[in-house]
């Protein structure tokens, strides 16, 4: 069974930073992709960034290329998502979501590629 935990989200103001992180545990833990979604109150669960496991090829949605970057330890099982330059937009709940082992014909940014899911974690831009 594959449980994914996030940290890293919090309240911080207009153009700062935040680092998130997602540990994936689970006896013999393997994925083909690794990705970031987000979700503000009222709205669907969109796609944020996403990174392949063995080749660690990173795909971005328009809304956090040049602000954020996805990465991961491959060692440890953990995905990072680093955020700069938050904008009170980017307040929501922020997901982490890891795909099956050998699923490598399932699009990166698609909702439904994703088998495993985190609680989420709270970030909140505000002044």
């Known amino acids: 069974q594959v449980q994914l935990v996030e940290s890293g989200g919090g309240l911080v103001q207009p153009g700062g930073s935040l680092r998130l992180s997602c540990a994936a545990s689970g006896r013999s833990f393997s994925t083909y992709a690794m990705a970031w979604f987000r979700q503000a109150p009222g709205k669907e669960r969109t796609f944020v960034g996403g990174i392949t496991w063995s080749d660690n090829k990173a795909y971005y949605a328009d809304l956090a290329k040049g602000r954020f970057t996805i990465s991961r330890d491959h060692a440890k099982n953990v995905v990072h998502l680093q955020m700069n330059t938050l904008e009170l937009e980017d307040t929501a709940v922020y997901y982490c979501?890891?795909?099956?082992?050998?699923?490598?014909?399932?699009?990166?940014?698609?909702?439904?590629?994703?088998?495993?899911w985190g609680q989420g974690t709270q970030v909140t831009v505000s002044s």
């Open positions: 979501a890891a795909t099956s082992p050998g699923d490598y014909y399932r699009p990166i940014s698609v909702r439904a590629s994703y088998d495993y």
